[in-house]
């Protein structure tokens, strides 16, 4: 971190520190939000419906997250996020591991038509699917149905973790893996000792960003899970806002709960997730 | 995300290594690519493949409330869609999720592409903060974000009103109420989608800026060129068809919003903030009109579609995208 020594009169340090400052006002603007998320959540409730807003939590209490804690069913809808959430991630990452290995170390008949098809599954809205796939799993008793949300989940995921972890394959020198077949290794065995380690990192990237799809979808729990019981944490923290009584100081900390693990992750493989994105885009 | 692939024939001899070379492949290791890739089509052929053809189909069905329980339901031909073009209703939806899409992507690109320039020209510290925050706003969760402007914006307690009533510009706005108003209310979703759209812009924007060599903008600086000549010449033809694929992308998730429309509004008041997305779905699921929903879903289909492939065949005839 190199703090800006002694102001100097050159044009271009001048500039540098006009960046600086609006760099650092557009950052205040926009983490406003999640600023002001936390802060809620960590406030006294009495300073939370006052007309002069404080702007710093003081004295802090976790009051709020208590009483969110406290709400019944608030642990089976963790539990039911987490489960759908994880399982889809799981399953969509074997498979989508698999045909991003064939798709960018083979070339086979129909690999184009592969990728097309890649292509333009992402251009079909989930809000347009969202009525055949209901009426589907309504017809087969799917819904209220655990597996038939991890299935829903799963197929939205796909085509970007397969595209990602393709980008990701791409990035590992092919000759790495002849020498380990030269050295005698079988295929499986070399994917398994050579290109798996040296995915790892991608493969987390690419997990975390999976998993924040489908934790924070809502259209889909909405429509196809129908009892309380089987509520994810984005339908219940929904369902919160309309009852009569809107406790903000339990919702906001509720939210932050269900925030912050994703923004945590996010930090971590922020990077990496940027790059395995334009890699295919725009080098070549 | 993101789906370009330069294509590179150069690259594709030695990229066949499934035999020995010159030899013909065994059957084998031709079918092994194609066994890595079939439980992934599997998986979309039964919940994305299928579920679109019985959209397609759905769209021409009159399926009502009826027809949950009986499973039976009158083929109706164009029926579903003549009738939205003649409803006024839907026609105003469709006219207002052009304006938003518009509006929310031509602000999106515009700031996120100078945002990604700003980010260039900081200091590393200032960098690191910058894009902190940004990681920040793109990794928090959709309804989480709603939730939090929704409070942002309570018309006794939220900061906002008390903050603008500071201001002194637009008089007393403690007490005023943004969700019952339709421009706000419309307005408020869009600031709200640009916001959280704008990190993964801006630094997507920013990683494909920081791929392009500083010897074009030295040779640039040599000719004379100033720098909006180094916009135009330079950046924009290299990071054009990073460009064009975040414009799609975001022209889709603008188009489907749903989430943020649903949770702060429910397409309120009085319908005013309706978006394609939202009518579909209150159309099938408030109204029980399965067929008229799918209809409306077909439209958004294929508007998309038409604008994504006018703009795919366009790139690829410049030879820049797939």
Known sequence: MSAPAAPSRSPARRRRTANNTIAMAVSVVMVFPVYWMV?????????????????????????????????????????????????????????????????????????????????????????????????????????????????????????????????????????????????????????????????????????????????????????????????????????????????????????????????????????????????????? | MAITEKQSPVRAPDRARTGPPGGRRPARSRLLPWAMVAPALAALLLVQGYPLVRLLVLSTQDFGPRSLFTGESDFVGLGNFTRLFADSDFLAVLARTVVFTLVCVTLLMVLGFLLSHLLMGVSAWARVVTSVCLVLVWAMPMVAATLVWQWMFQPQYGVANWLLTRVKVFGDLSAYDWFSHPVPALGLIIVLTVWKGLPFVALTLFAARGQISESLYEAARLDGAGTLQMFRHVTIPIMRPVLAILTILEVIWSVNSFTPIWVLTQGGPDGATTTLGVYAYITAFSRNQYGAGASVAVVTVVVLALFSIAYVRRLSRQGEVV
């Open chain 1, 39 to 284: 802060a809620t959540a960590l406030k006294q409730r009495a300073h939370i419906l006052s007309s002069v807003p404080q702007f710093f939590p003081w004295p802090m209490s976790l009051a709020n997250f208590h009483r969110a804690l406290d709400k019944t069913g608030f642990w089976t809808f963790v539990r039911n996020s987490l489960t759908v959430t994880l399982s889809s991630v799981v399953l969509s990452l074997v498979i989508s591991l698999f045909a991003a290995i064939a798709i960018a170390r083979f070339r086979f008949a129909g690999r184009k038509a592969v990728l097309t098809i890649l292509v333009l599954v992402q251009m079909v809205p989930a809000a347009a699917m969202v009525i055949p796939v209901y009426l589907m799993l309504r017809s087969i008793g799917g819904l209220d149905f655990v597996p038939g949300l991890v299935l829903t989940y799963m197929t939205f995921v796909l085509p970007f973790t397969i595209w990602t972890l393709r980008g990701f394959v791409d990035s590992v020198p092919v000759e790495l893996e002849e020498a380990a077949l030269v050295d005698g290794c079988g295929r499986f065995q070399m994917y398994v000792r050579v290109l798996l380690p040296l995915l790892m990192p991608g493969i987390v990237a690419t997990s975390i960003f999976a998993f924040v799809n489908a934790w924070d979808d809502y259209i889909f729990a909405y429509v196809i899970m129908k009892s309380q019981s089987n509520y994810t944490l984005p339908v219940w923290l929904v369902s919160f806002k309309t009852s009569e009584s809107v406790d903000y100081g339990a919702m906001i900390a509720a939210s932050t709960i269900f925030s912050l693990p994703v923004l945590v992750f996010f930090l971590l493989v922020q990077r990496r997730l940027v790059g395995g994105m334009t890699s295919g885009a725009v080098k070549g």
